[in-house]
């Protein structure tokens, strides 16, 4: 058996896998991620997530190894966490990787507020993307979501007819005027990514109304596939906007010679699979 966790920034998810892949237990508790909450939640979420005294676990945890002093952080509460119980720790993207190519050669495309791809051939991984919101994520929920929220803009602005967009926006954040919105997704100077990204839902809720912003991000999704794509290796898509199917058949329409997948098991599942690999 093995438990495997994904960390993300609002929730972690653990899961008690039996020697087939079978879930045999599961449990969603708040961050384990150190830039979300202190330490004594952490460890807390962290002893949660130990759904059996025996078995390993595998971290998925986002940004490990990025930088040191964040790696250092990490170990030392997930350490203080398990105390003697077995564990290992990698990075999410690399969780992610396991559970959509389940350890062969191909590309895993990830499209949630961020965007990011890796091509693994061999022993070799190379990221494409991942450069973050101000400078990349092409494609990426957080693109949709400020293009649908420069719409709302313009159309508060009366530089465009208001429409649904309009309305959408002002229910979701809860606006009493529009102007309220500059202060709900920027903090102190602090941009909200996943509050921006949250609007992209909007999009994908009404294509036909939103079509341009659609078919921008999915044209920028695609270029971020074919930069990553060679020797017609097998795509495989991931994160939070797979699951819109509208917007994948967007995203393949631009690529009529790459045949994309959509990830067959969630993000978590590669825990289970790394611990078969090692």
Not at 236 to 253: F, K, N, P, R
Request: charged share 20%.
């Amino acid at each position: 058996m093995v438990i495997s966790v994904d960390v993300g920034g609002t929730k972690s998810k653990a899961v008690l896998y039996n020697e087939n892949g079978d879930v045999l237990n599961e449990v969603v508790v708040g961050s384990c991620h150190p830039m979300q909450n202190d330490d004594e939640t952490i460890i807390n979420n962290i002893q949660a997530c130990i759904l059996d005294d025996n078995a390993p676990i595998v971290f998925g945890f986002a940004g490990y190894g990025r930088s040191q002093s964040l790696k250092d952080k990490i170990d030392w509460l997930v350490a203080k966490a398990c105390g003697n119980h077995p564990y290992h720790i990698i990075p999410d993207t690399e969780m992610a990787m396991y559970s959509t190519l389940l350890g062969h050669d191909g590309i895993t495309v990830i499209l949630g507020t961020g965007s990011v791809a890796f091509r693994k051939e061999s022993a070799k991984t190379t990221q494409i993307g991942g450069w973050g919101f101000v400078l990349g994520d092409e494609g990426s929920g957080y693109e949709l979501g400020q293009n649908v929220l420069k719409t709302f803009a313009l159309e508060a602005d009366g530089r465009k007819r208001k429409g649904i967009i309009f309305d959408s926006v002002t229910e979701l954040y809860e606006l009493n005027t529009p102007n309220e919105l500059i202060t709900k997704v920027v903090d102190h100077g602090i941009v909200k990514r996943t509050l921006i990204a949250k609007a992209a839902r909007i999009a994908l809720d009404h294509p036909e109304e939103c079509l341009e912003i659609i078919k921008t991000s999915a044209s920028n999704a695609a270029k971020l596939i074919t930069s990553a794509q060679t020797d017609d290796l097998p795509v495989v898509i991931t994160g939070g906007l797979s699951h819109s199917q509208y917007y994948m058949d967007a995203i393949q329409s631009y690529l009529p010679h790459i045949h994309i997948e959509v990830a067959k098991h969630e993000p978590v599942y590669g825990g289970y699979i790394y611990h078969l690999k090692h």
